[in-house]
C-alpha cells in the first residue's frame, strides 16, 4: 500500500469494471498523497487488475463493517480519511489542495462537485459549510460523500460511523460528530459525480438511502417529525416525488429529474424493502397503480421496524378497534 496522508476507502461494487474506474482515478491522481483500501463484497476472485499490485490493498467486507472501518482509520496512520463512490471521478489537484490544508490541529475538509447534466456540468457545493440538516437531506442535500474528507483522529475519537446506516453513514456522522470539530470549506471543485437522485450515490442504494437518511434528520432533529423531516421523507417516499432544489441550479429540465425520481424511487424503495416489484393494488385490480403515501410511508417503517414491535403494533391497533368500534 503506498504511503500518504489521505485514506481512500472504497466499497467495492460486486458488478465487474464499476470498482476499477474510481480505484484507477485515485491511483492517478493522488500519487504518494493517498492510501487505497478497496473493501469488496466477499473474498477476491480472479486476478488483481494491472498497477494495483502495491498500491491498493483488498479485503473482504465485515458484517461488523462500521467496526472494519474504524479499525483502519485507526491502523492507517493516515490523517485524513475519504469514502468515494463508483460514480465519483476526482479532479487533478484535488488530494494537493487537501494535503495543503494541513496544519497544527484536526479539521475535516469539504468541497463542491461537478455534476454532469447532459450538458455543461454545474457546481454544486457548499459555500460556506453549514451543519444545519434541513441542508444536508434530501432534495437540499448539496455535498457527496467522496467529497468529504474526514479527520481521521476526531473519526476515531467519535467512534466513526453507525453501522445502522450503512449508505448514509458520511451524512450521519457530520450531523452527529461533524459541529464538534472544525470543518474547511473549499471553494475549488473536489470530484466529477452523478446526482440520479442524490449526489454521488449509486442508483441502486437510492431507495435505502432516501430512507436512511429521513432517520437520520429525524434523529438529529430529536423530534418525531420536524416540518422539514416530514418534507424529506414524502419527497423521499410519495408517489410523485419533487425536483430536489439543486436540480433548478444545474438546469435540468422540467421533467427529465422528476420521472426518473418517480420511477427509480418506487422501484428501488419496494426493492429494499423485500416487496414484490408490482404494487398490492396491481394484483387487486390486475393492472399496476401506483401506492398511495400512506401506504408507501408505512411500508417504509416496516421495513425498520423488528417484527415483534410491529406485531405488538397490530395487536394494539385491534384492540383499540376492538373497543372503539359500534355494538352491531
Known amino acids: 500500500m503506498s504511503r500518504g496522508e489521505i485514506l481512500a476507502i472504497i466499497q467495492g461494487s460486486p458488478i465487474a469494471g464499476r470498482t476499477a474506474g474510481i480505484v484507477t482515478n485515485v491511483l492517478s491522481r493522488a500519487v504518494g498523497l493517498a492510501k487505497v483500501l478497496v473493501v469488496t463484497p466477499g473474498p477476491w476472485r480472479g486476478p488483481v487488475p494491472e498497477g494495483w499490485e502495491g498500491s491498493v ?7 461488523r463493517w462500521a467496526d472494519q472501518i474504524l479499525k483502519v482509520a485507526r491502523e492507517s496512520g493516515c490523517r485524513w480519511l475519504v469514502a ?9 489537484g484535488v488530494f494537493e489542495t487537501v494535503e495543503a490544508t494541513g496544519g497544527a490541529s484536526d479539521h475535516a475538509v469539504i468541497g463542491p462537485c461537478l455534476v454532469k447534466t447532459g450538458a455543461a456540468p454545474a ?6 459549510f453549514t451543519f444545519d440538516f434541513f441542508r444536508l437531506m434530501f432534495g437540499q442535500n448539496y455535498i457527496a460523500p ?21 449508505t448514509a ?34 442508483p441502486e442504494y437510492a431507495g435505502r438511502y432516501a430512507i436512511e437518511a429521513a432517520l437520520v434528520a429525524q434523529e438529529a ?3 418525531p417529525f420536524t416540518p422539514g423531516t416530514a418534507a424529506g421523507v414524502a419527497a423521499a417516499l410519495r408517489d410523485a416525488i419533487r425536483h430536489p432544489d439543486h436540480a433548478f ?30 404494487t398490492p393494488l396491481a394484483a387487486i385490480k390486475e393492472k399496476e397503480s401506483a401506492p398511495t403515501r400512506w401506504q408507501l ?5 416496516r421495513g425498520r421496524t423488528p417484527r415483534p414491535v410491529w406485531n405488538a403494533l397490530k395487536r394494539t391497533k385491534r384492540a383499540y378497534q376492538g373497543f372503539t368500534a359500534p355494538l352491531p
Open 123 to 128: 457546481k454544486v457545493g457548499p459555500d460556506p
Open 249 to 278: 441550479a444545474f438546469g435540468a429540465g422540467s421533467g427529465d429529474l422528476g420521472y426518473h425520481w418517480r420511477d427509480l424511487g418506487h422501484r428501488m424503495i419496494r426493492e429494499d424493502l423485500g416487496l414484490p416489484s408490482a
Open 84 to 92: 468515494p463512490s463508483y460514480m465519483d471521478r476526482y479532479l487533478p
Open 57 to 63: 490493498a483488498l479485503v473482504p467486507r465485515e458484517d
Open 297 to 301: 410511508f408505512k411500508w417504509a417503517v
Open 221 to 223: 432533529s430529536c423530534i
Open 169 to 202: 453513514a458520511v451524512l450521519e456522522y457530520l450531523l452527529r460528530c461533524g459541529a464538534g470539530g472544525s470543518v474547511l470549506s473549499v471553494s475549488k471543485p473536489f470530484l466529477e459525480t452523478d446526482a440520479l437522485p442524490f449526489l454521488g450515490i449509486p
Open 146 to 166: 467522496g467529497a468529504v474528507f474526514l479527520s481521521a483522529a476526531q473519526f476515531v475519537a467519535n467512534g466513526g460511523f453507525d453501522r445502522r446506516f450503512p
